[in-house]
């Protein structure tokens, strides 16, 4: 399986930003179509924001659109998330994997989001 490692999450105030990072090693994603996702405490994983191969096609949660943007950089294997005008709710730790996710990649640490109210 492929390598995921999310970073750039932190602490930020409601309405700030953040960008996350999710590179992959040992393997790339090459063909594959990404998508990032969030577990909030006491609650199931839920899907965020996806990405086709060529970034010409995205897709977002209701609750986020408008606010966060995914994007992808093959040639470095990361897919990004810049994610705008933080709210409370956004708070969770964010993981990405292949979406759907299909054994490709297992899920890894994720990245801790914080959002102050």
């Known amino acids: 399986q492929v390598r995921l490692v999310e970073s750039g999450g932190g602490l930020v105030q409601a309405g700030g930003s953040l960008r996350l990072s999710c590179a992959a090693s040992?393997?790339?994603?090459?063909?594959?179509?990404m998508g990032w996702f969030r577990q909030a405490p006491g609650k199931e994983r839920e899907f965020v924001a996806g990405?086709?191969?060529?970034?010409?096609?995205?897709s977002y949660t209701d609750s986020v659109k408008g606010r966060f943007t995914v994007s992808r950089d093959n040639a470095k294997n990361t897919m990004y998330l810049q994610m705008n005008n933080l709210k409370p709710e956004d708070a969770a730790v964010y993981y990405c994997?292949?979406?759907?996710?299909?054994?490709?990649?297992?899920w890894g640490q994720g990245t801790q989001v914080t959002v102050s109210s």
């Open positions: 994997n292949t979406w759907p996710i299909n054994g490709f990649a297992s």
């Open positions: 040992g393997r790339s994603f090459t063909g594959l179509t």
């Open positions: 990405i086709n191969w060529s970034g010409g096609s995205t």
